[in-house]
């Protein structure tokens, strides 16, 4: 397969993403489009690591994930906070920056 | 003037020139501590006021005394081996080529200047010991002596233009200082201004002559292969030391008070009388006549601005003296003698008398700052009131201030054999000798009535019928309100100074006492240019006589005018005198006329200048910031608060950036 | 493994990776279209598993073997787990904040994603589509400036070996900070994870923060504005619950929920 496909999927799929972030307000949700988008963007890498027969490309792959599990552990758990001190999921409730 | 034509090489006498020495290994690797001695006991002073209180004082006097043995030893080591000293501190500026090194110049020249600067100095620290005795500012005011020292030893310890010229503007700060101490009286703040401000002019002059010459020497060095002085010859033309010489001569007029900078120096009297016998004896005034001095291997080069050097000092002498001889208050006399006498030693560096004018610099320290401290004694003793007419008589009880005054007058009105005969008669005669025949007689007219005035100060001061009583109430004017008026001598530590220096007075002829073979002559000649024109065959038997008999003819003028007579004759004779006395009184209306010009234009373009300022330039910036305003009131509703508007904004934004690659691969 | 190393390189040397692209290229973007558009949480959660694994399966028609198995079990195995976790813990099963408040942004929202979609898409172009791999056509050319291809047999054969080799060897560094990383997300966590609960915490964290009567009425706000925009909303318990907590902050700074309404929805 040309590696243009898989770069095409791998577009797609953030755009999607993309949508998801700026569609939902659900904080879980959000961060569940935003796993979409990392995933996305490590088709690509994986994309180009074999259409250039690097070995980097896998290895920022595996970065990626360990940072997305980093990320994820405390994402969750700021949702978590959040939620026991506002009651709300709506990422659009903590406005503060706004004054 | 007769056209003079420069002589060749050949024909005028070689005297052997200076060779740059290194300091390493000689007592002059601590010449550095000569200024830094004063700026620690500055710091020191300041910072621990609290807890030295009037033990600053001996602070501040044993950091001028060891800068005074150090730069006792600094004229040991050149005595012993002559020749200019380079003392490597550290590079100051360092851009490129361009290096500005605060290195220090110790060659014969710099140390008379520190002997000077430091002796007097130290005299006039301890004088203050006694005379600012209760002042409620009295460690500061030592504080200010110090940083006054420091500001002055930087000047004249300078080895290049700049680093002169950082001494030269600590000088003027400290000096500022200094004349406003007693701020609270308005008058006096503004004499302080006055002082600074005249200074300035003389700065941007100085400073647009560094300018100048850096371009035309490409450094500023004094000293070595590519310095200044070695380089002046070669470089430069006599039109361009013309140039160069009148933009120093901006400089070095304000600093000693020459026309038509003067005016500042009168004013400044407000300081207290130490100041006036540091700054305007000794120290600051002579600043100017330094640095032509140092700066006389450009200075020679053009015979013109030699002449009107020359013209300049007389002029300032003659008018000067006019004015003295009709001031009532005793300080301001003696000011506007110093005036005078700087006249005097612009004459001798103008008329190619550099080293004459240095023999009459260090002479009138020593007399000048001798009647300082002793109208200070006298202010000391009057409850601080100067006004000569209600003097008199003071001998009796001030037995010591008299005999020193005594000695200081004779001196400043050139009576043999004290110190100012020989330095007064010197620069008439190399006036005479080079061919300023003009300038030797106005110099000449000058000694008269200096000799006059200074008798009339003398006579009125010290002998005579009291015109005060004993309890009487006065007001004074740096005290207390009124108090009542119990004239006594001052004492031992303001005594001494007077003492020491009514010594140098008189003796102080012996440093030079014989033209061109003198000890001084000699021993500055190396550092100095040698006149390079043609000169006249001169009588100088002849020319000493004038010079005596005009001193005589002076004081015994003033013994008809005011001690013969009865005193208050002596005066209204100088009522009745019309307008001739009231132009002398008014001082030539000089203030009025600077206040025409420059206060009242000044202040007229200064109002359209406040105008402008408030609508045009007000109007841009307030505008720019209404402007920044409402557009930041639009920008902000962009901040919406939600996070996901930010973060759709960032989506556009890739677009666009991916929008323009697409843009411009295809 | 080996059985994972064999069916990589059969796909990539055949038309089976084609087949394998095709079907798992598009469950890959239905099931993202999927966790985009369902309002069920739990659902979508579901279908980002079926993305993760999907796009483990191209990860093998990429000859990465390796990273398929790790996408497998942190992702589907573990990261997905814990977003589970977290749903059923809040007990917001329901999605109630579907979409934006207006229609607009909605648009909005779908036309962005459209446009970098579009976007992306130029970039790649054309001719990317038909290129066969750069490794194999330049090495063969033997040009100087052919591209290397060093490591990919080795990453077909044996993909574990070989990426654990780079990492020890050569990101040795990289790899340690990421451990790092790991302890203090694990520690952040537990920091964060805390539950502030006044009644529970009162021995052991004396002044702990109540929210201010700022954060109360904001929170108050919304609520009110959440009840305007999405009236058609069926269930709404968490909402619901909100709003009977915070029953007095409306009274106590209506002209901070006043402005905030007109300033958010201006």
Known sequence: ????????????????????????????????????????????????????????????????????AAEVVVGLALIVNVFFRRGTLDVDAPSLLRR | MSPQTLLLAAETAEVAKNEVLPAAGTLLELAWLIPVLPLLGFVLVLLLKETL??????????????????????????????????????????????????????????????????????LVHVYSLGYMYGDERYERFFAYLNLFLFSMLMLVLGSNLLGLFLGWELVGLSSYLLIGFWFEDMENGVAAKKAFITNRVGDVSFMVAMFYAFDLFGNLDFVGKEGILAQAAEVLSSDQALVLGLLLLGGAAAKSAQIPLYVWLPDAMAGPTPVSALIHAATMVTAGVYLTVRM??????????????????????????????????????????????????????????????????????????????????????????????????????????????????????????????????????????????GVWALGLLTAVITAFYMSRWFFLLFLGEPRWREGETVVDPHGHGATSLHPH????????????????????????????????????????????????????????????????????????????????????????????????ERKFFVNELYEAIFVRFGGWFADRLVWFDS?????????????????????RTAQTGITRAYVGSMVAGAIVVVAVIVAQVV | MGLLATLAEGAATS???????????????????????????????????????????????????FLSIVQVIVYAGAIVVLFLFVIMLLGIDRDDLLGTRTPVRAVAAVVAGVALAGAFLTVVGADSLTAASACGQLAGDGAADAVTCVGLDEASQDSVGFVGMQLFTRWTFAFEAASLLLVVATLGALVLGRRRDPALEDDLVPSAPV???????????????????????????????????????????????????TGRDA
């Open chain 3, 211 to 261: 929210p201010d009567e700022d954060d109360l009425a904001d929170t108050a706000a919304l609520v009110a504005d959440d009840e305007d925009d999405l009236a058609t909303a069926d269930v709404r318990p968490a909402e619901d619950a909100t709003a009977t907590l915070e029953p007095a902050a409306d009274r106590d700074a209506p002209d901070v929920s006043e402005s905030d309404d």
């Open chain 2, 489 to 584: 001598e001052s004492p031992a530590s303001m005594t001494a100074p007077l003492v020491v220096l009514a010594v140098l007075s008189a003796g102080g002829g012996l440093l030079n006492p014989a033209h061109f073979t003198g000890p001084l002559y000699t021993w500055l000649s190396p550092a100095t240019t040698k006149w390079p024109y043609q000169t006249v065959e001169v009588n100088e038997p002849l020319l000493i006589a004038l010079s005596v008999v005009a001193a005589v003819a002076g004081i015994g003028l003033a013994y008809l005018a005011y001690l013969r007579r009865d005193v208050s004759a002596g005066r209204s004779a100088e009522v009745i005198t019309g307008l001739p006395a009231d132009l002398l």
């Open chain 3, 15 to 65: 038309g089976a990776e084609a087949v394998l692209f095709w079907v798992f290229a598009a469950i890959a973007l239905g099931s993202a279209v999927a966790v985009v558009a369902l309002r069920n949480v739990v659902h979508a959660a579901l279908m980002l598993v079926l993305n993760l694994l999907s796009v483990a399966a191209l990860y093998l028609g990429l000859q990465s073997s």
């Open chain 2, 296 to 437: 006389s291997p450009v200075l020679a080069l053009s015979i013109d601005l030699m002449t009107i050097i020359a013209w300049i000092g007389a002029a300032t002498a003659l008018l000067a003296a006019l004015i003295a001889l009709r001031q009532d208050d005793f300080k301001k006399i003696l000011a506007y003698s110093t005036v005078s006498q700087l006249g005097y030693m612009f004459i001798g560096v103008g008329a190619g008398g550099f080293n004459e004018g240095i023999f009459h610099l260090v002479t009138h320290a020593f007399f000048k700052g001798l009647l300082f401290l002793a109208a200070g004694s006298v202010m000391h003793a009057m409850a601080n009131r100067t006004d000569i007419w209600r003097a008199g008589g003071l001998k009796a009880v001030m037995p010591i201030t008299f005999w020193t005054s005594f000695v200081a007058w004779l001196a400043i009105a050139g009576v043999p054999p004290f110190a100012g005969f020989w330095s007064k008669d010197q620069i008439l005669v190399i006036a005479y000798e080079h061919g300023f025949t």
């Open chain 2, 53 to 122: 209180r009037e033990r600053a004082a001996y602070v501040a006097i044993a950091m001028a005394g060891a800068s005074f043995l150090l730069s006792v030893g600094a004229f040991l080591t050149v005595a012993g081996e002559p020749g200019s000293y380079l003392v490597e501190v550290f590079d100051w500026i360092d851009i490129g080529g361009f290096t500005v090194s605060l290195d220090m110049l110790v060659d014969q020249l710099t140390v008379v200047m520190l002997l000077v600067v430091t002796g007097v100095g130290t």
């Open chain 1, 1 to 68: 397969m040309p590696i243009g496909y898989y770069f095409a999927v791998s577009a797609l799929m953030f755009a999607t993403g993309l949508t998801g972030v700026l569609l939902r307000r659900n904080a879980i949700v959000l961060f569940m489009c935003v796993e979409l988008m990392l995933n996305a963007v490590n088709l690509t890498f994986a994309g180009a690591a074999r259409q250039w027969g690097g070995a980097d490309g896998q290895v920022f792959v595996f970065f990626v994930i360990v940072v997305a």
């Open chain 2, 615 to 635: 609508t045009v330039v007000d109007g841009v910036v307030n505008g720019v910031g209404g402007a920044s305003r409402r557009l930041g009131d639009v920008a």
